[in-house]
T-cell receptor
Framework: QQPVQSPQAVILREGEDAVINCSSS?????VHWYRQKHGEAPVFLMI?????EQKGHEKISASFNEKKQQSSLYLTASQLSYSGTYFC???????????????FGQGTILTVHP | DSGVTQTPKHLITATGQRVTLRCSPR?????VYWYQQSLDQGLQFLIQ???????AKGNILERFSAQQFPDLHSELNLSSLELGDSALYFC????????????FGDGTRLSIL
């Protein structure tokens, strides 16, 4: 089942902060975050693993609450280059061959103005 | 440049036809993933291959099939095309099969007339 992202869209001025949330109805093994600019391919940002390990971007942080089955992406001191659609992808805690399958949320459109 | 190469970039064809999309993964990556992106369905996982073997399957239609060859390139075959198959098809690759950053190609835009 598809995770739910909120908000659907957010508009910021340069330097402002934003939080994007991702909620799942299933227990999660990991959460992956990607950013897609208009007309381009998605670009990897971060992976958060069960147990607290993180792999990813230096300037973007995220959290993963396993009990609540939620993840949040924190964008601080936003820059114009942060504009794009942010997707969370989940890997459910089902094990086996499901580890390779990422189910993405519907996306959050972030617009940063000068 | 992600290092993942997809061809062709654009494909225009008619209903009922069959097409093949091609993907070359980044050097060293053994996993290949296929995704479909449309406005109403978002980014949908289709299928994953790892070193030539199918590893995970999403809601891929029976009319669609894929394979990964010994040189690790992959092809996605779409047959009996319908108007609803019009979408952007992405290929991604990663080193391993579990919790790895996926590197996306630029996609193939398929338009069914």
């Amino acid at each position: 089942q598809q995770p739910v992202q909120s908000p659907q869209a957010v508009i910021l001025r340069e330097g402002e902060d934003a939080v994007i949330n991702c909620s799942s109805s299933k227990a999660l093994y990991s959460v992956h975050w990607y950013r897609q600019k208009h007309g381009e391919a998605p670009v990897f940002l971060m992976i958060l693993l069960k147990g607290g390990e993180q792999k990813g971007h230096e300037k973007i942080s995220a959290s993963f609450n396993e009990k609540k089955q939620q993840s949040s992406l924190y964008l601080t001191a936003s820059q114009l280059s942060y504009s794009g659609t942010y997707f969370c992808g989940i890997v459910p805690n089902a094990g086996g061959t499901s580890y390779g399958k990422l189910t993405f949320g519907q996306g959050t459109i972030l617009t940063v103005h000068p | 440049d992600s290092g993942v190469t997809q061809t062709p970039k654009h494909l225009i064809t008619a209903t009922g036809q069959r097409v093949t999309l091609r993907c070359s993964p980044r050097s060293g990556d053994l996993s290949v993933y296929w995704y479909q992106q449309s406005l109403d369905q978002g980014l949908q996982f289709l299928i994953q291959y790892y070193n030539g073997e199918e590893r995970a399957k999403g809601n891929i239609l029976e009319r669609f099939s894929a394979q990964q060859f010994p040189d690790l390139h992959s092809e996605l075959n779409l047959s009996s095309l319908e108007l609803g198959d019009s979408a952007l098809y992405f290929c991604a690759s990663s080193v391993g099969t579990v919790n790895q950053p996926q590197h996306f190609g630029d996609g193939t835009r398929l338009s069914i007339l």
